[in-house]
Structure formats: C-alpha cells, structure tokens
C-alpha cells in the first residue's frame, strides 16, 4: 500500500504515527518549481462520502524539499520515497524533475497530469490527448528515474488517456486524482469551496476509480497503480481485481492517519485467508517473495 500525494504531507509528520518501512512507500505533496500558497479557505468540506478539497497544489518547492525534507526522510530504513510532480508547463515539469535526479533515494517519480497547461490556454495536460503524450515524452525523456503518470479522471475515455501516456513513455500509470465537484451552502446560495470547484475523492468515488481502472487495464501493458476511496482491506483488492498491480490510499488517511499501515496489514490478511500467496505469487516469483506495496496476482475472469 502507498500513501497518495496531498494526504500524507512531506512523509515525516507521519513517523510517530506509521511504521513508515512497513508500508509500500508514499508518494509527496506535489512539488513544483517555484513555491505555492494554495487558494484561499475554505478549501476543504466533508461530503457525503468522502470530501472535497481545492487546496490548490500548495507546496514548498522543490528546492526547499531537496534540502529540508528528503535528508530527514532518507534516515528512515526501508521508506520508498515517490515524488509527485506538476508544473504549469511541459518546462516547469521538466525542470522539476531535473532537479529532482541529483537528488538521491528517491524511488520514482509521479507525475500529475491534472494541472492545467498556461501555454496552452489552461487546458488541463490529461484531458488533451496531444498534449498529454508531448508532456509525458518530454518529461521521460528528462528522467533518470522511473516515470509514473497520474491520469485525470475528468474525462470521456480514461483507456484512451492511458494508452497515450503509455506511448508517450510512461512506466506506469495511476490513476485515479480526484473528480471535478461543487457543493453550495444553500443558506448562503454561496459554494461551499471558495474556488468555487474543488476535487472529490474517498469512498464516494470507489466504484468509478475501480470501473476506470478496469478500463485502462484493457487498453496498456504497463503496471496500473489503483486508488480513489479505499478505506479497508478489500477494497485494495477490488482494485486488484479490476487491474491494479499496486493501491495508493489517501482520504482514508484524514480519517485516521494509521490507515495505510492498517489496509497493508488487512492486505496481507486476506491473501493468506485466501492462500494467494501460496496460489499464485510464490509460484510466480519465488518463495522468497515478501509481500511489499500490496503486491497481489488477482485478477477477474471475465
Ligand atoms: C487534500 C488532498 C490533496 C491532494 N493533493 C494532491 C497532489 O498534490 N497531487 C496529486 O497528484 N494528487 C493529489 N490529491 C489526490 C490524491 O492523491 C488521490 O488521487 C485522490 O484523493 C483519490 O484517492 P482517495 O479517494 O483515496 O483520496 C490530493 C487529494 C486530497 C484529498
């Protein structure tokens, strides 16, 4: 299991919390080039099932996360450090990224293809398909580390965006980031969000995350990495089910910040209730074979 970006902060507010080498890894906050305030509050409400946020991809920077996080962060034994990454532009992208190479143990890079091209009359990267397959070449080809690419669910075909991002040298993909939404205080008649929108996510999103998930399972080769909603056990399973090679978590982690470390715990619980271990991975791989990130053999048959 890894912990989703914007819900798990920098990694260390969570040491005293989470057995962080017990845990798959956890993806950043988003780093940028330059630092961001966000937008202004309320930028976060409970929803029915899950909650709304427009937090609007605050961050400290890249530079300042090279030299005031990542040395803390490299002291803790087993932690699988991914950096997720936006920029404005392909440039800024770009350059995130080159700084981030010199910097050492971190384990891949996550890129967020949600954030809206300046250059480009702010359409969003994953909703342009040309677009999305310039960014995702141009950021391969800048990174000594592997590339997984976070697509935007606000589209018609999600199979699709997934094969553009795999042509364009993706090494994984994940998906889901969170579904455009506006709540309005009916008192008020003023939306609840100052943004006015703000992202879905949790467990009112699951069963469109899993159905995504399915789809692109179809259309690319590449891993697949499943998130949106899950809060126990099984729903990282019902991802699994439906394509996914490994589940990132992320509202569940507001609700309780042991949640990711509890769901890996749930995971490897249930592969030996349901002997997938002896089944299927240590026939695939070996019995040396440790369960890390909810790695799991499970598919549907359809
Ligand atoms: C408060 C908050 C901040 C987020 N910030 C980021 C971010 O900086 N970059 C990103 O790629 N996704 C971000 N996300 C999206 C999550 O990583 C995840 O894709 C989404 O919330 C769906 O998973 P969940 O239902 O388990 O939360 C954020 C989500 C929340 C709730």
């Avoid at 929108?197 to 009112?204: N, V």
């Amino acid at each position: 299991m890894i912990a989703a970006s914007g819900t798990f902060g920098y990694g260390i507010e969570f040491e005293e919390i989470v057995s962080l080498d017990r845990i798959g890894g956890f993806v950043t906050k988003g780093l940028s080039r330059e630092p961001m305030a966000g937008n202004p509050t309320p930028r976060i409400i409970e929803t029915a099932a899950g909650m709304m946020n427009a937090i609007g991809l605050q961050n400290m920077g890249v530079l300042a996360f090279i030299a005031e996080k990542l040395p803390r962060l490299r002291q803790i034994k087993g932690l699988v450090i991914i950096a997720n990454v936006f920029g404005f532009t392909i440039e800024a992208c770009v350059e995130v990224i080159q700084l981030l190479n010199d910097a050492p143990d971190i384990a891949m890079y996550e890129l967020n293809a949600s954030c809206p091209n300046t250059s480009h009359g702010g359409m969003v990267f994953g909703t342009d398909p040309p677009q999305l397959w310039e960014l995702v070449a141009r950021c391969k080809a800048a990174a000594r580390r592997p590339l997984m690419v976070k697509l935007s669910p606000n589209v018609t075909d999600i199979g699709l965006m997934a094969r553009v991002a795999a042509d364009g040298g993706a090494d994984a993909v994940s998906l889901v980031n969170t579904f455009v939404s506006l709540a309005i205080d009916v008192e008020t008649r003023r939306p609840r969000i100052a943004n006015i929108t703000g992202g879905l996510s949790g467990p009112a999103i699951k069963p469109i995350a899993v159905r995504m998930v399915h789809e692109v399972s179809k259309n690319v080769t590449i891993p697949i990495v499943g998130m949106g909603g899950v809060v126990q056990a099984e729903d990282a399973v019902e991802f699994m089910m439906a394509g996914a090679t490994a589940v990132q978590v992320g509202t569940a982690s507001y609700a309780d910040p042991r949640a990711v470390e509890n769901i890996a715990n749930g995971l490897k619980r249930w592969c030996i209730a349901h002997e997938v271990l002896q089944a299927r991975l240590a026939h695939r791989f070996g019995s040396a074979l440790t369960i890390c990130s909810g790695l799991c053999w499970l598919r549907i048959v359809e």
